[in-house]
C-alpha cells in the first residue's frame, strides 16, 4: 500500500525550504485535513525529481553473473534512480518485442525503480540489417531509444535508414559513436600516454567522425539523434554548432568522462579501462562546460557491470567498462553545484527531467507538480563519504573507490514509496 | 632494485651500474669455466605467452652461469583466456618456488601488472610486453654501444653518442626502451621511419627524420640501429610493399658507404634480411649484431644478480 507523507521543511530546487506533501503515492500541494501522514525532518536535505538514467547495463538475459535486473535496480535506487534504461546488448540481444517484454517484467517484479527497455537498432547488434523496432516500440515496453550501444552503427546507409523508420515511432536512435577502422586495437585515449605505455590509441576523431556524419543523416532525414556517452571537446563544439542550426539533438556525457582523465590508465589497472576511454583534461573541462551551458542535455552513467575475472588481468584481455549508478549524483553535485557554476535545477535537469523527455516517460521528471506521481530524490549535499569497490551492483568495477565525494543520496521515492530510505535499499511492499 | 619493469626503472647511476656489472659478467663468460655459484638454490622461471626463443634462451643461459635453477614455461596457444592465464600460471610457478619471474607476453603493461597487484610475490623481469617495452634490450644495446665508442668503457655514460633507431616506432618495445635507456645515459637519440609508425608525441620532441637518407646525412650517426618489420604493419597499409620500404628506409650497400667508417650497426634480431638490412650491411665489419648477443647472456646475469643478490639496489 501507498503511504501519505509529509516531507518537512526540505529545499527544493530554486532554494526555497518548503514541505512537500505525498498522498496515496501522489504528488499534493496542500496535506488534506483528515488524513494522516507520516511526517519526516527533511532539514538540509535538498528534494529533486527522481533520476533517470539513459543508459545502464543491466546484463539480464544472459550474463547475470555480472548484473541482474534485480541488483541493477537495487543500485539504481541506491544512486537515487526511479527509471533506468537497460541497454540491448544482452544475451540473446534485445532485438525483438518478446526480449524487451521480458526486460520490462523482470524490472516489474523487482519493483525498486522503472525499468525502461532500449531496443537494437540492427538484428543482434550486428550492423546488417534493421531489428523490427516497430514491434519493439508497439510491445508493451514501448520503446521509443533504439541503440546498438557497444557497437556503432557504423554503415552510413543503414544508419540513415534507422533514423526515417524511428520518426513513425517518435523514436530516437542512441548512437554510440566510435569508427570501428579507426579504433582497431583501441585501448585508450591516443595520444603521449598512450605512446609511453605501449597501448593501442583510440583517436578524437572516430568519435567525431560519426557524430558529424550523424548530425548530417539528422538534418537530412529530420529525425531525431541522441549521442551517448559524449568524451571528447571537439564532439562537444560539434553537438553545440547543431543545435545553433536546430538539429535535433540531444547527447549524454558519463560521471566518469566528467570527472576521471587518461591518467590513471599510467598504473595498467584495468578498472580504468572504458569505452570510451577516459581522456585528457581539456576534455573533461569541455564536457563540463558542455553539460553547464546546455550543449549536452543529461549525465547518463553507463553503469558497465562486469564480474571481477574480466578486471583481474592484463590490460589488453580485460573488459570495457565501470560501474556508476550510486556515484553519479555526487560527480553531478560536484560538478554543477560545489564548482559554483550552476544550480539545482539544472542538476535536476540533467539527472531526471531531460532524460525523461528524450524517452517520453510520463511518469517521470515531473517533480513536484500536483497530481503526479511522487518520484522523488533526496539528498544531503553536505555529507562526504569514500565510495567503496562493493556496491549493491553484482559487480566491484568501481572506479571511483579511494576518491572522497561531497553530497549523497539519502533517499528515494518511487511511485510514492521509498526505495530507498536512510541509505538503506528497502524491499519491494507486499513482497 | 625489485623488479626491471621498464627502462625508465633505472637512473644513470643504477644503469652505469648494471653495465659496469655486465661487463664483470661478460669476464666470467670469457673464461674456462663459465659459472659462478652465486644464484645457487636459486629459481628463475622464465614465463613466455610468446614465443621468442633468443630471449628465453638468453636469460636461461644467464640464470645457468649463476648456477640458478631453471623452468622454462611457455603458455603460448593455451586454450585459457590470456588474462586468467597470466595470474593463474604465475601464481602457480610462484607456488612451485620462483623467485624470479622473467615475463614475456603479449600485452602492454603485464608484467608491470604482475609485479604491482597481489598475484605474486616474486622479482618480476619484463622480457618484452606488447608494444610497450624489453629492458633488457636496451641494456644489452648500451652495453654494445658503449663498448663499440669507448675504449674503457667501465664507469662512463654515452654523453655526445649519436644513436639514429630505424623502423617501425608507434609499435616497437625495443625501440622505446631504447629511447629511454639511452637517453638516461646522455646519448642524442634520433628516430627515423614511416610517419604512419612515428607517433605525434614523439614527431613533436623533434628527433624524428621521415627519410633515411636525410636522417644519415642531418645526424651523422655514431650508431645506427635497425628495428624488425613486423610482416602484419604492410598488411594493415602503415606502408605500401617490403619493396618500398626496403627502398626508403633499409639499410644497403650505398646507405652502408654513406655512414661513417667506425659507425656501429645493431639489430636485435631476427633480421628480415633484404628488408630492413641487406647482407653488404648485416656481414660488415660495423655489425655489432653477435656482440648483443654476447652481451645479452652478460646483461641479463648482471640483472638476475641485481634483482637476487639485493646488489645495487
Ligand atoms: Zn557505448
Ligand atoms: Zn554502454
Known sequence: ?431 | MRHLLSAADLDKDQAIKLLDLAEDMSDVNDREIKKLPTLRGKTVVNLFFEDSTRTRISFELAAKRLSADVINFAAKGSSVSKGESLKDTAQTLEAMGADVIVLRHSSSGSAHRLAHTDWVGSAIVNAGDGSHEHPTQALLDAMTIRQGAIKHPRGKDLTGIKVLIVGDLSHSRVARSNLILLTTLGAEVHVCGPATLAPASLVSSGRVHFLLDDAIKLVNPDVVMMLRVQQERMSDSFFPTEREYARIWGLNKSRLARIGENTQILHPGPMNRGLEIDAASADSKNSMVLNQVRNGVAVRMAVLLTLLSGEAS
Open chain 1, 1 to 431: 500500500m501507498t503511504g501519505n507523507y509529509l516531507l518537512q521543511g526540505v529545499t527544493i530546487t530554486t532554494g526555497e525550504v518548503r514541505d512537500v506533501v505525498i498522498e496515496s503515492g501522489l504528488i499534493v500541494d496542500k496535506a488534506s485535513t483528515g488524513t494522516s501522514h507520516e511526517v519526516m525532518d527533511c532539514s538540509g536535505l535538498v528534494v529533486l525529481p527522481g533520476f533517470v538514467d539513459l543508459h545502464t547495463h543491466l546484463r539480464e538475459p544472459g550474463f547475470e553473473q555480472s548484473e541482474t535486473v534485480a541488483s541493477g535496480s537495487r543500485s539504481a535506487a541506491a544512486g537515487g534512480y526511479t527509471a533506468i534504461h537497460a541497454m540491448a546488448n544482452t544475451f540473446p540481444v534485445a532485438d525483438t518485442a518478446g526480449v524487451v517484454e521480458q526486460v520490462a517484467r523482470l524490472g516489474e517484479d523487482a519493483g525498486l525503480v522503472f525499468v525502461q527497455p532500449i531496443g537494437a537498432v540492427t538484428v543482434g547488434l550486428k550492423g546488417e540489417q534493421l531489428a523490427e523496432l516497430g514491434a519493439m516500440a508497439q510491445s508493451k515496453a514501448r520503446v521509443r531509444i533504439f541503440s546498438d550501444d557497444g557497437n556503432c552503427v557504423h554503415d552510413p546507409a543503414l544508419m540513415r535508414r534507422a533514423l526515417e523508420y524511428v520518426k513513425a515511432f517518435d523514436g530516437v536512435v542512441a548512437q554510440h559513436a566510435q569508427e570501428p577502422r579507426l579504433t582497431v586495437n583501441a585501448q585508450m585515449n591516443e595520444g603521449a600516454l598512450a605512446t609511453k605505455l605501449g597501448l593501442g590509441g583510440w583517436p578524437k576523431v572516430a568519435e567525431e567522425a560519426i557524430i558529424a556524419r550523424d548530425l548530417m543523416l539528422t538534418e537530412l532525414t529530420g529525425s531525431r539523434l541522441h549521442v551517448c556517452h559524449v568524451s571528447t571537446a571537439g564532439s562537444v563544439e560539434l553537438i553545440r554548432q547543431a543545435k545553433a542550426r536546430g538539429i535535433n539533438v540531444s547527447a549524454e556525457v558519463t560521471p566518469h568522462h566528467l570527472l576521471l582523465t587518461e591518467d590513471l590508465a599510467s598504473g595498467y589497472d584495468p578498472v580504468y579501462k572504458v569505452n570510451p576511454p577516459l581522456r585528457s583534461t581539456a576534455d573533461v573541462e569541455a564536457l563540463r562546460e558542455g553539460l553547464i551551458d546546455g550543449t549536452i542535455d543529461v549525465i547518463a552513467t553507463d553503469h558497465a557491470p562486469h564480474p571481477k575475472e574480466s578486471k583481474d588481468t592484463d590490460w589488453a584481455s580485460a573488459a570495457f567498462g565501470m560501474v556508476g549508478l550510486e556515484t553519479a549524483y555526487s560527480v553531478a553535485q560536484q560538478v554543477l553545484i560545489d564548482s559554483g557554476k550552476s544550480n539545482f535545477e539544472r542538476l535536476g535537469a540533467v539527472m531526471s527531467s531531460n532524460a525523461a523527455a528524450i524517452s517520453g516517460l510520463a511518469q517521470q521528471g515531473k517533480y513536484l507538480s500536483a497530481g503526479s506521481a511522487a518520484n522523488l530524490t533526496l539528498v544531503d549535499p553536505k555529507d562526504s563519504w569514500d565510495p567503496k569497490p562493493q556496491t549493491l551492483s553484482m559487480s566491484e568495477n568501481n572506479p571511483f573507490t579511494g576518491l572522497k565525494m561531497q553530497g549523497r543520496v539519502r533517499h528515494t521515492i518511487y511511485n510514492g514509496q521509498f526505495s530507498y530510505r536512510d541509505l538503506s535499499i528497502m524491499q519491494r511492499a507486499g513482497s
